[in-house]
């Protein structure tokens, strides 16, 4: 058995959520070869090779794509180059996290080897046994991939955990590093596409999906500028800071900042919801939170039916307040 | 320049879903079904680039039972020009085997640009588009929230929503383009256009006639219930809500 896990980077660093794809991977069986696929160019692309070869215990192999054509990630080329590689290793598993980057390469990816991809995989039971929800998480599918090699599967960053020590605390040993050939490798769609730019809003504020804690604003929030109080909240918690798609539609914030079934799937440790009233779409973004604390003025909100704690109040007293008391670290 | 789109038809987006005691799928008869949010979207996108001069022709597609021929109504009385019915009585078509039939569907219409939604609300895959570029190995632009075309230059800006940011790409034509949220605000069809959408053409082929085989690689064991999470307390406040998330839950 073996699987080809399919790296995001990002400044010389693995992200994340593709360690939890690694976990995911390892989960499959105890004798699966894992390795890495990165694709890049230029220093960061090493750097980043470097990073993942001690990033998970799990790991057996960093192979690493450096070629201009593969300097963004662009879903045609890493298409191209998922199929180029698995022609010649023939892993049993292609996985990926189901970030953006993964949903948008891996099913292209699967057309070409023509597989049905398996998306947002939550658990795995059996070694081709897989459970995704749909309906917006009101229904869990259970499925088996009867097809030839290699199975597909997006997973959820939330639902397989990351090892917590690094190894280079652990003292194991490092994945080994190797540079896939790409002489031969033909890129179909060559030119179809061209990466023009990205704009990332500025923020100090820790990633969504990855944040410890995450605290959001509903449509209770009512304006950008209160946005500002959750924002200031969410410095002394060093929160995340979400949004329902009510808030987002209305321009509150940024659309990436979206909790929802359609949106970021998050599952912190403390998520703490402020005016947001808990439509079934928004639930299906936050539902495996640790712990959900609801702070609505409406005692029959929905969310309190998902709430651990809860409080009947407005909002803008109690983000004062907490503002005020909770504990400085 | 021809623009087609395709659309499922899905449970209602406000109906609460139920799953079956025998845990085979979830609970579909006597419950509203609609045009899946998302392909409203693309279907609005791709009317609005018509009207806008980008576009001659748009073209509805959709692959279903008879029942689907009534979101396809729809998407006429919404502007469509005309559309095309892949009728199968298959109780499940999966990405895979929807890609195969948009892909030769292509290969007939030879649309500029083919616009789909991101996902569909019941089985929330976020495949099709991908799978269906792949195949005809044309570009892709996917979760899109904004769409610039020029036609002199036969090419399509695209700007997309990932995580942490926004992300534009440059495609050439014939592109595909899959729909996020906030690309439009989907129009509701009017009496007249309901009216007009009547005499209007849907076309029915087979996925046989497309030269598609329905057969699939997967196969659902069952479906469940996710576990309840049970409410918890309502407290009195705020000291009471720290001092619970420092001492009882320990996350503070």
Excluded at chain 1, 165 to 171: I, T
Excluded at chain 1, 280 to 300: C, E, F, P, T, Y
Aim: aromatic content about 4%; overall charge neutral; proline content about 5%.
């Amino acid at each position: 058995i073996s699987t080809l896990v399919l790296g995001e980077h990002k400044g010389g660093i693995v992200k994340p959520s593709c360690l939890s794809a690694i976990s995911a991977a390892g989960s499959i069986c105890n004798d699966n070869s894992i390795s890495i696929l990165l694709a890049g160019s230029g220093p960061s692309l090493q750097k980043a090779a470097s990073h993942a070869a001690s990033s998970h215990p799990s790991l057996s192999q960093v192979l690493v794509a450096d070629n201009d054509l593969l300097t963004h990630p662009l879903a045609e080329t890493w298409a191209d180059l998922v199929h180029f590689v698995q022609q010649k290793e023939k892993y049993s598993y292609i996985i990926t996290s189901s970030s953006s980057f993964g949903k948008n390469i891996l099913p292209r990816a699967a057309a070409l080897l023509n597989v049905s991809p398996i998306t947002d995989v939550i658990e795995i039971s059996d070694p081709k046994v897989f459970t995704r929800p749909i309906y917006a998480g009101n229904a869990l599918s259970t499925v088996r991939y009867n097809g030839l090699d290699p199975c597909m599967l997006t997973v959820r960053a939330t639902s397989f955990a990351t090892p917590t020590l690094s190894l280079k605390e652990s003292n194991s040993t490092f994945a080994a590093i190797s540079q896939v050939d790409l002489s031969e490798f033909t890129q179909e769609t060559f030119g179809k596409s061209k990466w023009i730019k990205k704009s990332s809003p500025n923020t100090e504020r820790p990633d969504l999906v990855n944040a410890r804690v995450v605290v959001t604003g509903g449509r209770g929030l009512k304006s950008a500028e209160n946005f500002k109080l959750l924002e200031t909240l969410a410095g002394k918690l060093d929160a995340a800071v979400g949004a329902t798609r009510a808030a987002v539609d209305a321009g509150f914030v940024a659309n990436d900042l979206q909790v929802g079934q359609t949106g970021k799937i998050v599952a912190p440790e403390l998520y703490i919801a402020f005016g947001v009233s808990g439509a079934i779409q928004h639930l299906a973004g936050m539902r495996d939170s640790k712990i959900i604390v609801a702070i609505n003025k409406d005692s029959d909100a929905p969310i309190f039916q998902v709430a651990d704690y809860g409080l009947v109040g407005d909002l803008f007293d109690v983000i004062p307040e907490l503002l005020e008391k909770l504990p400085v670290d | 320049m021809k623009i087609m789109v395709s659309m499922k038809r899905v449970i209602d987006y406000a109906v609460k879903i139920r799953v079956k005691a025998d845990k085979t799928g979830v609970e579909t008869t006597n419950v509203k079904m609609s045009m899946n949010p998302f392909c409203e979207i693309a279907l609005e996108e791709a009317l609005r680039i018509k009207e806008s001069g980008g576009a001659s022709e748009v073209v509805a597609v959709s692959i279903g039972p008879p029942k689907s021929a009534d979101t396809l109504r729809t998407a006429l009385a919404m502007g469509a020009d005309r559309a095309v019915h892949v009728t199968t009585t298959a109780p499940t078509v999966y990405p895979l085997t929807v890609s195969k039939i948009l892909s030769a569907l292509a290969d007939v219409e030879k649309p500029g640009l083919l616009i789909l939604g991101k996902q569909a609300i019941d089985d929330d895959c976020n495949q099709t588009g991908q799978m269906v570029a792949g195949l005809l190995r044309w570009p892709q632009g996917t979760f899109a929230s904004k769409v610039v075309l020029d036609k002199e230059k036969q090419e399509v800006t695209v700007e997309r929503e990932v995580d942490g940011g926004l992300e534009t790409v440059c495609l050439s034509l014939p592109a595909v383009i899959t729909t996020d949220l906030r690309l439009n605000q989907p129009r509701y069809a009017t009496l007249p256009n309901i009216m007009k959408a009547k005499s209007k053409v849907i076309k029915k082929v087979t996925p046989e006639e497309l030269n598609v085989e329905i057969n699939t690689d997967l196969e659902v064991l069952q479906v469940t219930e996710p576990p309840k999470r049970k409410a918890g307390v309502i407290l009195s406040s705020v000291d009471e809500l720290i001092d619970k998330l420092a001492n009882e839950a320990r996350v503070l």
